[in-house]
T-cell receptor
Framework: EAQVTQNPRYLITVTGKKLTVTCSQNMNHEYMSWYRQDPGLGLRQIYY???????DKGDVPEGYKVSRKEKRNFPLILESPSPNQTSLYFC????????????FGPGTRLTVL | DQQVKQNSPSLSVQEGRISILNCDYT??????FLWYKKYPAEGPTFLISISSIKDKNEDGRFTVFLNKSAKHLSLHIVPSQPGDSAVYFC???????????FGTGTSLTVIP
């Protein structure tokens, strides 16, 4: 089954404790992206990647890191999480670029205390 | 600064009637537009898209209209069904690098 998977689905952590949210897709897509969803703000793009070793900032990249060492994986790293990063996070992938529909993962609910 | 705006946070429609969801954008460089539907506890799913070379695109009960001069697009759902109850996001991209920009969403409730 073609899908985007994210782990964990739920995470409660404390300020400053480094964490990684994994994202994997099995559709051989070149484009992958991370979003956060907050009430009243919709979905905002954090980072995106056009292909392996190619990443770029979205609208809200501060406090986040990403890497794309393999085509299928695109982890999101929070080196020192803060409470304002409490949010619902989505990973997405598309075939090639921003002219293709994106397929979204199920989301990761992160709470930073 | 929100480049894609959905000014109606919510909409209620009777089953069988038309649902019209609206979206405005500010960046004239956008040339590809999409609508996504999102159920609670799930990721958004793609619904329909339109390129700026068109002004209308249909897929079954769903039609997207694009008015480039007004920087406005709308999604029409006819007839509306209770299963259409969800949050709908519009998104824009293209000619602005490879970023996607999403609106804040409209929660549609279809009343049986």
């Amino acid at each position: 089954e073609a899908q985007v998977t994210q782990n964990p689905r739920y995470l409660i952590t404390v300020t400053g404790k480094k964490l990684t949210v994994t994202c994997s897709q099995n559709m051989n897509h070149e484009y992958m992206s991370w979003y956060r969803q907050d009430p009243g703000l919709g979905l905002r793009q954090i980072y995106y990647s056009m292909n392996v070793e190619v990443t770029d900032k979205g609208d809200v990249p501060e406090g986040y890191k990403v890497s794309r060492k393999e085509k299928r994986n695109f982890p999101l790293i929070l080196e020192s999480p803060s409470p304002n990063q409490t949010s619902l996070y989505f990973c997405a992938s598309s075939l090639r670029d921003a002219y293709n529909e994106q397929f979204f993962g199920p989301g990761t609910r992160l709470t930073v205390l | 600064d929100q480049q894609v705006k959905q000014n109606s946070p919510s909409l209620s429609v009777q089953e069988g009637r038309i649902s019209i969801l609206n979206c405005d954008y500010t960046n004239s460089m956008f040339d590809y537009f999409l609508w996504y539907k999102k159920y609670p506890a799930e990721g958004p799913t793609f619904l329909i898209s339109i390129s700026s070379i068109k002004d209308k695109n249909e897929d079954g009960r769903f039609t997207v209209f694009l008015n480039k001069s007004a920087k406005h697009l709308s999604l029409h759902i006819v007839p509306s069904q209770p299963g259409d109850s969800a949050v709908y996001f519009c998104a824009a991209s293209g000619n602005t690098g490879n970023q996607f920009y999403f609106g804040t969403g409209t929660s549609l409730t279809v009343i049986p």
